[in-house]
């Protein structure tokens, strides 16, 4: 059985850090690209980050210099650093697991809310 489960999410104020972290199981981790989605309220899900088991990278632009996605291949985890924190930035934010090269697989997490406060 595959799960994604989040954690960190919370009520933060402007300006502030805050670190999700996804840990996957049943599945082969390393054969997967890991990333962070979020879907504010009314909107449609967007993409943050995304990581390879090698470590190449991929932002939005609306969260470079400000996000940093890493990933822990040993532990089966990801983390998303989220620093300088905009309300702009409240959503569920969601982990993801797509097989890499062929794509036959993609799991999402259950989410978990960031709220940012003015």
């Known amino acids: 059985q595959v799960q994604l489960v989040e954690s960190g999410g919370g009520l933060v104020q402007a300006g502030g850090p805050l670190r999700l972290s996804c840990a996957a199981s049943?599945?082969?981790?390393?054969?997967?690209?890991s990333g962070w989605y979020r879907q504010a309220p009314g909107k449609q899900r967007e993409l943050v980050a995304t990581?390879?088991?090698?470590?190449?990278?991929n932002y939005a632009d609306s969260v470079k210099g400000r996000f940093t996605i890493s990933r822990d291949n040993a532990k089966h985890t990801v983390y998303l650093q989220m620093n300088s924190l905009k309300p702009e930035d409240t959503a569920v934010y969601y982990c993801?697991?797509?097989?890499?090269?062929?794509?036959?697989?993609?799991?999402w997490g259950q989410g978990t809310q960031v709220t940012v406060s003015s």
């Open positions: 993801n697991a797509l097989s890499w090269p062929t794509g036959n697989y993609n799991y």
């Open positions: 049943g599945i082969t981790f390393r054969l997967y690209v």
């Open positions: 990581i390879t088991s090698g470590g190449s990278i």
